[in-house]
């Protein structure tokens, strides 16, 4: 895949994240499958796509709430 490939994979995703929070993880999950894909094959990650992982990290860690399993 070239470089306006992945940009239209994730414009996709953008556009599949409009549906319910169940759907955005999974798209996350696909998201980092891409990103993996383009290192993989020597491709630069557009700065765009590390924000969007970074930005639902965020969102998802802040729903999860503290981690009930921390032994501290």
Do not use: C
Request: proline fraction near 4%; avoid cysteine; hydrophobic fraction near 40%.
């Amino acid at each position: 895949m070239t470089e306006v490939d992945y940009n239209a994979e994730l414009s996709r995703l953008m556009t599949e994240m409009q549906g319910d929070q169940d759907e955005a993880h999974e798209i996350l999950m696909r998201l980092r499958q891409i990103i993996a894909t383009m290192r993989a094959e020597g491709l630069p990650v557009p700065q765009d796509f590390k924000d969007l992982e970074a930005g639902l990290d965020s969102e998802f860690e802040a729903e999860a709430g503290p981690d009930v399993n921390n032994d501290a």
